[in-house]
């Protein structure tokens, strides 16, 4: 039976593509193609380190056009599927994806600087500013490019009239809904989001499964 399309999924910054099979059983279960990858560093795959948005969409877009060659979901409608930095990645690569249709993100950030800024909140309270500052700049030399250049919030303001759905867990600590309501109004197209009670960082698919899976 052919696939009714097909969606790529994405995990987030510390996991493996294991991370997702949960979301891509219920896709498989209602007949839609799935692909999972491991992102650069994690997994079975190669590279000396995670680069928090730089360069994984490069990694996406890879996955893209392998299913868009490949004989079983060449021609097929191609969506993606990600989760924390996966969310922001998904909303990254389909800017300049034209073959995306439509796009899902959990936990996304709006822009990096922002994100690194409340990480170092959570983890060192009033001593953060001090911390923060130079953290980032030795960080911005590993991944390759300054923080608040990598902006979902910019990308998905590209991504026309393709539909997004975007999904904020209502208890998670790492990601608010302030960066769900900067997506939502930079966004130049449809826009859904659904707010998941009591789920902490991207656990919507455990804490709500059949909501989820609708």
Known sequence: VRPR??????????GTRLDMAPAARMLVQAGYATLLYDSRS????????ATLGVREPEDLGAAVRFLLSHPRTSGLPVGVLGASLGGATAILAAAALPEVRAVVAESAFSRLDRAIERHFRLWFGPVAPLLAGPSRRIGERLIGAPAHLVSPER?????????????????DRFCDALEADRLARAASGPVERWTVPSAGHIEAVHVAPEEYRR
């Open 5 to 14: 399309a097909a969606v790529v999924l994405c995990h987030g910054v510390d």
């Open 42 to 49: 994690r997994g079975a795959s190669g590279g000396r380190r």
């Open 155 to 171: 990308a998905i303001a590209r991504l026309g009239r393709r539909p997004v759905l975007l999904i904020h867990d209502a208890d």
